[in-house]
C-alpha cells in the first residue's frame, strides 16, 4: 500500500526538528513524521510519502528548499513548488491553496503509480486532498489537529478569517472518507458539531508520545538554572506555542496566586523559540508579551524561566528533570484537541495537571497520572497543582502510573488502526444477505479472555452469521475497544444501550440507521426529561454519554425505580435501564437492545428467531429475552439472575468469549466445544 501524507504549515522536514521555530512548527509535525515512520514498519505498507510547500526563507533550514528528503528505506518528504518561496504562516496560506493544488495535481498526473490513500493534515491540506479524489479517486483521510470551531467558542471573538477556516473545516468534515482524531472529545462532541459530520466516517485512533530521547540532566538545568533564583526546587513545566489559547499568562497568575505556590515551587515554561531572525506571529508576540507583563506585575523575577531558545534534546531532558525533582507538567489550555504533551509528560514520568477542556481528560483518566480542572477556575486549577506538588503519595501514584500506563498509546498500534481503515475506504466490504445474526454485548461478553477472543475471530472469518454488535458504548469508543482486543470490525454496531444502530450500504460503507432514529424519537421528550432528572440527588454520567436519544446516571438498580417513579409521575414516556450496579440509562420506550435488533433483523428481511444474541449485565435483558436464541455467559452480572428459563436460552458455564463460544455452538453455529454441551436447536428456517 502506498499512502501520502500531505500538510501545508510549519517548518516540515527530517528530524531533528526545531519546534516552536514558527508558530505552525508544533505538534503537528511530530504527529506526522512519528505516523509515517510507523507506517513505513509495517508489511502491508511499502511506501510513505509525506507532500508539504516548498520554500526558501533566511533564518530558516536550507532544507525546506530541496524538493526531496530521505526519511528512511521506504518513507521519504517531497516539497512541492507552487510559485511562492516565501515561507508562509497558517492564515497567509489560504490564499496560496489553489496553487499548490494546481502544482499538486500535475505532480500526482506525472507518477505511475497513484497513492492508494491520501491522509491530509488540517483542512487546508483536506482541500488539495478532495480536489486529487475528483481528479484521481483517491480515498481521503483528514486528520483536523485543531479546530477553528472550538477555537472561536473559547477564544469568543471569530473573525473573518476564523468563519472562513471554519467554512474549510466544514467541507473537509463532510467530505473526507475517513476522519482520524486522537481523543474521544474530538471524535465526539468536537468534529460533531460541524453541520455534515456522520459518526461513522469518524475514527478515534489515539497516537503514541513523541518525546525525543533528550540530552542529560546537567543540559536541562543550563536551560534554565540562569533564570531561576532557587533552581534546585521543583519545578512546573508548561510547553506550548505561544497563542492565546495555550492560556500561558493564564497559567502565571494561576501560579503568582495560589498561596503558597511560589514558595515552593518555580514555573519554567517553553513557549516557542524568540529572537531577531525567528518567524513570529503578532499573536505570539503578544502571548509573550503578556507573560513577562504578569511576571513584573506578580514580583516573580528569579522564580519564573521562560527560555527564548531550546530544542529537541533539551526539551526531553527537561521533561525527566521535572519529574526527578518532583515537580509537575501543567496544560491549561482554555481548549485542547488532543495534548500530545500530557503523552510526553507520561513517558517521562512526569505527573500532570491538565485542562478538563478536551483530549488531555481522556488521557489522564486512561493513563491515570494527574489530575485534571478548568484553568479558566484560577483558584481550582491552583489547587489542584498544590495538592499534587505537596501530596508525596498522590505524586508517587501518578509517576508510578505514568510508567506503567503510558503503554496505551502507541504508534504501532496506530498505524495498525489506521491500515485496517485505509483498506476500509480503499476497498468497501458490502455485507451479503444474512441468514442468520449473532448480535453480542462488547464489554465481558467479547472482552476478557484473548485466547478465546482468537477462537471467535476465527469462526467469525467462517462466516457463519452475520456479526453485529450491541453495546452501550458510543460508536467511537466500541471501536476503539475492538481495536485493543483484536476483535474482527462488526458488520453492524448497535450503541448507546440500543439507542443508535449503524450498518452498511450497498456498497459496504457504515452509515447511521435514520429509519431507526425516527422510529424510537417519535414521543421522545429529551430536554423535558433532562430538565425533571437535573436534580442533586440525581448524579449525571459525563457530557459525553448523554446522547440524543438517551440521558446517562449513575445509581443502583433502587435508585433506577426511583427515577421510573419520577417520570411516571410527571407524565413522561421512557424506558429506564440499569446496569452493572452502578449504571442506570434513560431511554425512549421503544428504544433499547431487543428493539434494535428486531429492527436490524428486519432490515435484512429476518425475524428476531433468524437472531441469536449474547450478553452480560442489564442492559442486555430486553435482547435476550427477545431473540430465538440467547447466550448468557457465565461471568454475567447479578443483574441477569432472574431471566426466566425458556428454549433458546443458554447459560453458559465457560466465560467472556469462551462462554459466547459455548453458546453458538448450543445454537448450532459451530461445532461443541466439549463434550457436555447439549444438542444443537434447531434455529428458524431460512
Not at 153 to 181: L, N, Q, S, Y
Not at 304 to 327: F, I, K, N, S
Not at 657 to 667: D, I, K, P, S, V
Request: include cysteine; aromatic fraction near 4%; charge should be negative.
Amino acid at each position: 500500500m502506498f499512502v501520502m501524507h500531505i500538510a501545508l504549515g510549519g517548518c516540515l522536514k527530517a528530524p531533528p526538528i526545531r519546534y516552536g521555530l514558527t508558530d505552525d512548527t508544533g505538534g503537528h509535525i511530530a504527529y506526522i513524521l512519528a505516523a509515517a515512520r510507523a507506517q513505513a514498519a509495517r508489511h502491508d505498507i511499502d511506501r510513505v510519502e509525506i507532500v508539504t510547500r516548498r520554500f526558501d526563507a533566511p533564518g530558516l533550514d536550507a532544507a525546506h528548499a530541496r524538493a526531496e528528503e530521505p526519511l528512511g528505506p521506504k518513507s521519504r518528504l517531497l516539497r512541492i513548488d507552487d510559485g511562492c518561496a516565501d515561507y508562509l504562516s497558517k492564515e497567509a496560506l489560504e490564499a496560496q491553496v489553489p496553487a499548490f493544488t494546481a502544482a499538486f495535481l500535475d505532480h500526482l498526473a506525472a507518477l505511475p503509480r497513484k497513492p492508494d490513500a491520501i491522509h491530509a493534515h488540517f483542512a487546508d491540506a483536506a482541500a488539495v486532498a478532495l480536489a486529487a479524489r475528483d481528479r484521481f479517486g483517491i480515498p481521503v483521510l483528514y486528520t483536523p489537529h485543531s479546530l477553528a470551531l472550538d477555537k472561536a467558542r473559547a477564544m469568543r471573538r471569530p473573525d473573518d478569517g476564523m468563519r472562513r477556516r471554519i467554512e474549510a473545516e466544514t467541507r473537509a468534515i463532510a467530505e473526507a472518507d475517513a476522519i482520524v482524531v486522537s481523543s474521544r472529545d474530538e471524535a465526539e462532541r468536537q468534529v460533531c458539531a460541524y453541520a455534515g459530520a456522520d459518526p461513522a466516517r469518524i475514527h478515534c485512533i489515539a497516537p503514541g508520545p513523541t518525546l525525543p530521547e533528550g540530552a542529560g540532566p546537567e543540559a536541562a538545568r543550563a536551560l534554565i538554572a540562569p533564570e531561576l533564583t532557587a533552581p534546585e526546587k521543583p519545578f512546573i513545566l508548561a510547553v506550548a506555542r505561544p497563542v492565546e489559547k495555550k492560556n500561558l499568562a493564564g497559567l502565571v497568575e494561576i501560579f503568582a496566586t495560589t498561596p503558597g505556590l511560589r514558595e515552593h515551587a518555580n514555573l519554567v515554561i517553553l513557549a516557542g523559540l524568540r529572537g531577531p531572525e525567528r518567524l513570529g506571529s503578532a499573536e505570539g508576540r503578544r502571548v509573550i508579551a503578556a507573560i513577562e507583563a504578569m511576571v513584573h506585575e506578580h514580583g516573580l523575577e528569579g522564580r519564573v524561566a521562560l527560555p527564548p531558545e531550546h530544542d529537541a534534546g533539551r526539551l526531553g531532558a527537561l521533561y525527566r528533570l521535572a519529574a526527578a525533582q518532583g515537580g509537575v507538567f501543567a496544560n491549561p489550555a482554555l481548549t485542547e484537541p488532543f495534548g500530545l504533551t500530557i503523552l510526553e509528560a507520561a513517558e517521562a514520568g512526569l505527573p500532570v495537571v491538565a485542562t478538563c477542556h478536551g483530549g488531555p481528560s481522556d488521557i489522564v483518566a486512561r493513563i491515570g497520572h494527574g489530575l485534571t480542572a478548568d484553568p479558566r477556575d484560577t483558584a481550582g486549577f491552583g489547587a489542584a497543582l498544590s495538592r499534587l506538588l505537596g501530596d508525596s503519595e498522590l505524586w508517587a501514584r501518578c509517576a508510578e502510573a505514568a510508567a506503567t500506563g503510558g503503554s496505551a498509546y502507541d504508534w504501532d498500534a496506530w498505524a495498525r488502526r489506521v491500515s485496517g481503515l485505509l483498506a476500509e475506504v480503499a476497498a468497501p466490504r458490502p455485507v451479503p444477505a444474512p441468514a442468520r445474526i449473532l448480535a453480542s454485548d462488547i464489554d465481558n461478553t467479547l472482552t476478557g479472555d484473548r485466547a478465546a477472543i482468537a477462537d471467535f475471530a476465527a469462526w467469525r472469518a467462517q462466516g457463519h452469521a452475520m456479526f453485529a454488535v450491541a453495546t452501550g458504548r458510543t460508536l467511537s469508543e466500541a471501536r476503539r475497544i475492538l481495536s485493543e482486543w483484536e476483535v474482527p470490525e462488526p458488520d453492524a454496531f448497535i450503541t448507546s444501550c440500543g439507542t443508535e444502530i449503524y450498518i452498511r450500504d450497498e456498497t459496504g460503507r457504515l452509515r447511521f440507521d435514520a429509519s431507526f432514529a425516527r422510529e424510537i424519537g417519535a414521543d421522545w421528550r429529551h430536554d423535558e426529561i433532562a430538565r425533571l432528572l437535573d436534580n442533586p440527588s440525581i448524579r449525571p454520567q459525563p457530557a459525553l454519554e448523554q446522547r440524543r436519544w438517551k440521558l446517562g446516571y449513575l445509581g443502583c438498580a433502587r435508585q433506577a425505580q426511583r427515577i421510573r417513579n419520577r417520570l411516571d409521575m410527571a407524565g413522561l414516556a421512557a424506558r429506564v435501564v440499569a446496569s452493572h450496579g452502578n449504571l442506570i440509562d434513560v431511554m425512549p420506550v421503544r428504544a433499547g437492545k431487543g428493539a434494535a435488533v428486531a429492527h436490524l433483523a428486519r432490515h435484512y428481511g429476518l425475524t428476531l428467531e433468524h437472531c441469536v444474541t449474547a450478553g452480560d449485565s442489564g442492559n442486555d435483558d430486553c435482547m435476550l429475552r427477545a431473540a430465538g436464541h440467547a447466550i448468557v455467559v457465565g461471568n454475567a452480572d447479578g443483574d441477569l439472575a432472574l431471566l426466566p428459563r425458556r428454549p433458546g436460552l443458554h447459560r453458559s458455564r465457560g466465560h467472556h468469549a469462551a462462554g459466547l463460544m459455548e453458546g453458538l455452538a448450543r445454537a448450532g453455529l459451530c461445532p461443541p466445544v466439549a463434550d457436555n454441551i447439549d444438542a444443537p436447536i434447531a434455529m428458524a428456517a431460512e
